[in-house]
């Protein structure tokens, strides 16, 4: 069975920075497009970021432009999403995801940020 665990949330002002992690285990990694997607309070999940699988193709929410960072480790089996400069509207469950024949989740790792 496929595994994601993420890490890396926490509760942060206006401005600020976090670096979510998310390592995968019990499937091919490093053949796998990875993503990141977030679920705000009552809103459907939506993609922030998306990785191919040797990092070559990498998609953005136009929300998250130019601040956050989507990177990859397949030697650490683990992407990371980089988020510099947040905004309260990016408070949400941050959820991995990978691509192995079927869409697999991760637990999710709460952000929030105030103003």
């Known amino acids: 069975q496929v595994q994601l665990v993420e890490s890396g949330g926490g509760l942060v002002q206006a401005g600020g920075s976090l670096r979510l992690s998310c390592t995968g285990s019990?499937?091919?990694?490093?053949?796998?497009?990875m993503g990141w997607y977030r679920q705000a309070p009552g809103k459907l999940r939506a993609l922030v970021a998306t990785i191919s699988s040797r990092g070559g193709t990498i998609n953005y929410a136009d929300s998250v432009k130019g601040r956050f960072t989507i990177s990859r480790d397949n030697a650490k089996n683990t992407v990371y999403l980089q988020m510099n400069n947040l905004k309260p509207e990016d408070t949400g469950v941050y959820f991995c995801?990978?691509?192995?024949?079927?869409?697999?989740w991760g637990q999710g790792t709460q952000v929030t940020v105030s103003s």
């Open positions: 019990r499937f091919i990694f490093s053949s796998t497009a």
């Open positions: 995801n990978a691509k192995v024949g079927i869409d697999y």
